[in-house]
């Protein structure tokens, strides 16, 4: 049996296009101040540093936290570096607890992040390989024909990826870090804005940002004597599976659906959009909410876009299980970062500390991420009381 | 804390030039061998994966999610990687079993080399800044540390070429080996300098490969009967990446590793280091307060091969060999990484107690 910990601090820098005023140390350092600010704690209370981002080529630094040692107060410390793919921010945040479930440690830090600025993402997932099939879509021509297969089997209405848009930006205008700050984005705007890999259009895609998360994980004891409320961990659950194999179910990956019901065994969850207050869920191009609503089993398979459609995951329109309440990666996109701001924004609701996006009196959580050709998984659940 | 074991461990042989093959046909073989070892089928069934690898090497993002298909991991696994040696996959793992969330682990480690130029590549690993944009290589970096051990009278040309001489002549005996020889100390010294002080036989050649380790509970051991060895203490710790504001004559990451990890409390019957000039591996020695009763880098070390992202793993495993065989009783495995052994991490390896 794992030992309890908790999230007893967050920190986030703002996000934007290109954060020109600082370097990628000066951008890692930010949230990891702003987290130990946060749990009312200094360098010398951490035990341990993970750190998580997505592949190298984005900012073209092999092993960056080689680097970072000096800004993450890490000298003389154990530090590590994850990286699952998309997935990593919340790979990043259950490896940094598992340094405290095994009882190894009594206090770490951990911190994701993604300066894309620094390079270009497109191209850096796009280089030619001797051995394989070149791609050069991106991931938003990888995820294009995924997406219409669900349209197709679901007979959803063409307007749900709008709707979702819609809905994630209204949230991120009530979050003063997300980077696309519309209060007043529409329907008609969303879908007049051009067709980037049909169905998706320019602004039903993510933005690419730069920006670090970094949170405060501690054992039982240390979090009871936090001074902020902590966000206990009920669970914790990864899996993987390969991008391509005869008969792979992309639409609803098994990978996915394996996941949840793990952690929702663990943190004693029979019906996710019953027994959850709140969810932080990776979709990064809008028609993957209608797609995870079904893979997480909030709804049956095919059903998802009503609960988009009848707004039940709208903070605006008093939906009974609000997704992304943060903005969502459709409003801030750090790539290495994104599943960690899932997984932090999570530990924020539970904690009451989610400001004019906060939902009302939640007490438990999902944080979710995925990665790769949505074959890498990662989510926990957090709760305001131990279990 | 769970008591943890390793079971099994396979390393490819260092070559110069994997040729032709891509990564999963690297690692299928290790990983196949390691399966049959412990008599397995797949990784269906150890309860956790954790491998280690580095983009640049291959020169694609994500280079990692091949692997996944060396695994046969439908139906899906729990599975995990981190963008640095497979030593520190391996601490990964045992922190999932120590949470009691998994009972057994799969570990690899793998890296073709060859087709770039590896020491200019790793100089992208400097700060970006300050440090990167000199483009100093590895062999540079490492250069200088040795100068300044020689000027300060802390080694000799000649201790140096000792290492090198045992290595070549140790890695006789070790299958794998990319280098090895009957070379004497006089040999080594006859070369001219490549990067002074440095001759390219105080530096670690080029290799591609992989290698592959499964652990477990010592209950799950037990279970499966396999002979096992034991995971008696791991640490590892990093120290500032600024060369100029560390003592780079000295370890002092390793010392503290290997205090919190054990290692003085008992005798060290063999001691492999990832040390990938000659120098470095005196002054791991020299931290982890080894001395002649310790039989170092028996398996040549990696002066005889190096396999990037997997040879601090394999450090470990020739470690497991040795207890296993019966050749030593305790031992001491040493894996780095960064310029100049930046991080380190070090792992004590114990018969186990039905064995003694």
């Known amino acids: 049996m794992a030992n309890l910990a908790a999230v007893v601090g967050t920190g986030q820098t703002s996000y934007t296009t290109k954060r020109g005023d600082v370097s990628i140390a000066g951008l890692v350092r930010e949230a990891a101040v702003n987290a130990l600010n946060d749990a009312e704690l200094t360098w010398d209370d951490i035990d341990a540093v993970i750190v998580g981002k997505a592949p190298d080529m984005f900012e073209g630094v092999i092993m960056p936290e080689i680097y970072l040692t000096d800004a993450l107060g890490c000298n003389g ?23 405290v479930q095994s009882g190894t440690f009594k206090r770490v830090l951990t911190v994701a992040f993604e300066k894309q600025s620094e390079s270009n993402a497109m191209w850096a997932l796009s280089n030619p390989q001797p051995f394989s099939t070149h791609l050069n879509a991106g991931a938003g021509g990888y995820f294009a024909p995924i997406i219409r297969e669900y349209m197709r089997r679901s007979e959803a209405p063409y307007d749900v990826g709008i709707k979702v848009a819609v809905k994630d930006r209204l949230h991120g205008a009530r979050n003063p870090l997300a980077h696309l700050q519309k209060p007043d984005i529409t329907m008609k705007e969303v879908e007049e804005s051009f067709m980037l890999w049909d169905p998706i259009r320019f602004l039903e895609s993510c933005p690419s940002s730069d920006g670090a998360c970094a949170m405060v994980i501690a054992n039982e004891e240390l979090a009871e004597q936090a001074p902020r409320p902590p966000a206990w961990i009920r669970g914790v659950a990864m899996r993987s599976e390969p991008t391509m194999y005869a008969g792979r179910e992309e639409v609803n990956p098994q990978a996915g659906r394996d996941c949840a019901a793990d952690v929702y065994k663990q943190a004693g969850i029979k019906d996710p959009r019953k027994d959850l207050d709140v969810a932080e869920v990776y979709v990064p191009f809008s028609w993957y909410e209608p797609m995870w ?36 990666v459709l409003s801030s996109n750090p790539i290495g970062a994104s599943g960690m701001i899932r997984f932090a924004e999570a530990a924020r609701q539970v904690r009451g500390d989610a400001g004019d996006h906060q939902v009302e009196g939640a007490k438990l959580a999902l944080g979710h991420a995925y990665g790769g050709g949505a074959q890498f998984f990662a989510m926990w659940v957090v709760g305001s009381e131990k279990g | 804390m769970k008591e943890i074991a390793i079971v099994g461990y396979q ?11 891509n990564e999963v046909e690297l690692i299928i073989p290790v990983i196949s061998k390691v399966y049959d070892q412990v008599g397995i089928k797949n990784a269906q069934d150890v309860d956790f994966v954790c491998s280690g690898s580095c983009d640049y090497l291959q020169g694609a993002a994500f280079a990692f999610v091949m692997g996944v298909d060396a695994l046969g991991a439908v139906p899906p696994i729990k599975e995990s990687h981190v963008e640095m040696d497979a030593a520190w996959a391996l601490y990964e793992s045992m922190l999932k079993i120590r949470m009691g969330h998994a009972d057994s682990a799969l570990i690899y480690g793998f890296g073709k080399s060859s087709p770039g130029e590896l020491p200019i590549v790793l100089s992208q690993q400097l700060d970006p800044y300050y440090l990167a944009p000199q483009w100093v290589d590895t062999i540079s970096l490492a250069a200088m540390q040795a100068r300044l051990m020689l000027d300060k009278g802390l080694i000799s040309e000649q201790d140096m070429a000792e290492v090198v001489s045992r290595s070549r002549r140790n890695a006789l005996n070790n299958p794998h080996a990319q280098l090895a020889g009957d070379v004497s100390v006089q040999d080594v010294l006859a070369q001219e300098t490549y990067v002074s002080p440095l001759r390219k036989a105080d530096i670690c050649p080029v290799s591609d490969g992989a290698s592959a380790m499964v652990i477990c509970t010592v209950e799950k051991a037990k279970e499966w009967g396999l002979p096992y060895a034991v995971i008696s203490g791991i640490d590892h710790c990093i120290e500032t990446h600024n060369p100029g504001m560390r003592d780079l004559t000295d370890s002092v990451s390793t010392r503290k590793a290997a205090e919190n990890a054990g290692v003085h409390n008992g005798a060290v019957d063999v001691a492999e280091l990832y040390a990938p000039f000659s120098h470095q591996e005196i002054i791991l020695a020299r931290a982890l307060g080894l001395g002649d009763a310790t039989s170092v880098n028996p398996s040549g070390g990696v002066l005889a091969g190096n396999l990037m992202m997997a040879s601090g793993l394999s450090r470990i495993g020739e470690v497991f060999n040795r207890i296993v065989s019966g050749e030593a009783q305790r031992g001491v495995a040493h894996a780095t990484s960064g310029p100049c052994l930046q991080h380190n991490l070090v792992t004590v390896i114990e018969q186990a107690k039905e064995a003694a």
């Open chain 1, 77 to 99: 410390k154990p530090m590590l570096r994850v990286h699952t793919a998309g997935s990593v921010g919340g790979s990043t945040a259950l490896v940094a607890a598992s340094h």
């Open chain 1, 293 to 328: 609503l079904e893979n997480l089993g909030f709804a049956p398979e095919g059903e998802g876009w009503k609960l988009t459609m009848e707004g039940a995951t709208s903070l605006d329109e008093g939906g009974d299980i609000p997704w992304n309440p943060s903005g969502g």
């Open chain 2, 11 to 21: 390393q490819s042989d260092a070559v110069s030039d994997a040729g032709a093959c």
